[in-house]
């Protein structure tokens, strides 16, 4: 068991419980937060675009070149990922992110 | 096209659900014509993800997303249902009684009308629309300086021209409107573009030759008069921010689904999905069914199988709003000659 801690939309900080082998994606969707996640987790829409804590973005796997695909359709930061593409593990424990912008 | 269509059912949403509704209702002899704001059938399979395979469709160890729609489509052949594409359905208005209903439904592009008996809503998350991305006041230059789409490409002769995106889309339209355009500029988050090589190589030849200009970055703002757009800030890759002048700004990010007009129909909804009950998958309005992703009930589960048996079930009802004298027979395709001739199979 461990946490991550995601800063929603209107800044407010929520420290989420998790279960290995889930999605980030899903552990959002499944305690309620705002994330959209049309696809289902398919890497194929880029409604569950998330910015990571800069000091957790070395620790993951890099991105594939599915999710850059996939973050061409969103306004990216040089942290940007897709949470759907990070699959929690135990040394995920306490990783630190930020919903980005819902597109219109 | 001032003529109604008149048909049984209208079927709104191409997608593997409405296409299996065809079915369902195709061997209770109820013909169907099909609305879709894509200009393919399919939905999110043929559009997002048509490559990708599918391992829970009963009988299908593995399928892709457009292998399934090709499948659908040659199952539902014989009824030879009607496909209006690239049309969205704009209002739906109840005209009949709650014992025989009848709707009059209207599509937005070209203003087609349809009268009909029941109406089956297999919408999915809604109908794809442009992503239009989170830029703040974005909304008050759409129109005049903001564009999803372009329908009239006289629209930007002689205009600073500001090109958003790294996609088919996105170069499709800088290699196009470039000889129009005053000044063409193509913006992209980095030096890698998913478009057909050859346009890829076509828009690197006019960068080469001084004839349009390619950033790497993201647009932070925009500037002007709103509605009168005059240019915007790019935060570059170094982190560096420059302004690039323009009249127009072309973003294109793909599609995204939206509700869009079905929360005007006078239908209850749920956190923008549409309650049903589980016996026939019809809406609060007698006549008008909801199946696949886009209803809610206890246990909803958001599987295409899903979808498959509901629109089973809502062909029952449907029947007795198009047929109300017929008595309903329950058959089975292995053994009945009648579905059989209609299927066009029979001995």
């Given at each position: 068991m461990g946490v991550i801690h995601v800063t929603d939309r209107t800044g407010k900080r929520h420290t989420l419980e998790c279960i290995e082998g889930w999605r980030v994606m899903e552990i959002i969707r499944d305690w309620g937060l705002p994330i959209e996640g049309l696809c289902g987790?398919?890497?194929?829409?880029?409604?569950?675009h998330v910015f990571v804590n800069e000091d957790w973005l070395g620790r993951l796997y890099p991105a594939t070149d599915e999710e850059e695909d996939q973050l061409d359709t969103v306004v990216t930061?040089?942290?940007?990922?897709?949470?759907?593409q990070i699959i929690w593990t135990p040394e995920l424990d306490g990783l630190e992110l930020t919903l980005a912008p819902a597109s219109g | 096209m001032t003529d109604n269509i008149e048909t049984d059912v209208v079927v709104i949403g191409a997608g593997p659900v409405g296409l299996f509704a065809v079915f369902e209702l195709g061997l209770l002899d109820i013909k169907c014509h099909l609305i879709d704001i894509l200009p393919k059938v399919g939905g999110q399979c043929a559009e997002l993800y048509p490559e990708k395979p599918i391992y829970d469709i009963p009988g299908f160890p593995m399928v892709t997303g457009q292998g399934l729609v090709d499948n659908l489509l040659a199952q539902i052949e014989p009824f030879h249902p009607t496909f209006h594409l690239n049309e969205m359905v704009e209002s739906v208005e109840p005209i009949g009684t709650a014992e025989a209903p009848l709707f009059r439904v209207k599509t937005a592009e070209n203003g087609t009308t349809f009268i009909c008996k029941a109406l089956v809503i297999a919408a999915g998350g809604g109908s794809f629309q442009p992503k239009k991305p989170p830029i703040e006041n974005i909304e008050a230059y759409e129109g005049t300086g903001v564009?999803?789409?372009?329908?009239?490409?006289?629209?930007?002769?002689n205009k600073r021209v500001l090109i958003v995106g790294g996609g088919d889309s996105a170069l499709d339209w800088t290699v196009n409107l470039q000889p129009l355009a005053k000044r063409l500029t193509l913006l992209h988050r980095r030096d890698a573009f998913r478009a057909a090589p050859h346009t890829v190589e076509k828009m690197r030849n006019l960068v080469a030759s001084g004839d349009m200009d390619l950033h790497l970055g993201q647009v932070t703002h925009l500037k002007g008069k709103s509605p009168v757009l005059e240019g915007v800030s790019i935060k570059k890759d170094d982190g560096s921010i420059v302004d690039v002048a323009c009249d127009v700004l072309l973003p294109f990010f793909g599609l995204t689904m939206k509700l869009g007009p079905i929360a005007d129909w006078g239908l209850n909804l749920h956190e923008n999905l549409i309650p049903v009950d589980t016996e026939k998958f019809e809406t609060s309005v007698p006549g008008i069914f909801a199946i696949g992703d886009i209803n809610t009930y206890p246990g909803k589960l958001k599987l295409i199988l899903s979808g498959f048996h509901e629109g089973a079930l809502a062909a029952q009802k449907v029947h007795r709003y198009v047929y109300p004298d017929k008595k309903l027979l329950f058959q089975y395709t292995t053994s009945s000659t009648s579905l059989q001739k209609k299927l066009g199979v029979a001995a």
């Open positions: 987790g398919a890497c194929e829409c880029a409604t569950c930061r040089p942290t940007s990922r897709l949470s759907c | 564009f999803y789409a372009v329908r009239h490409m006289q629209m930007f002769r």
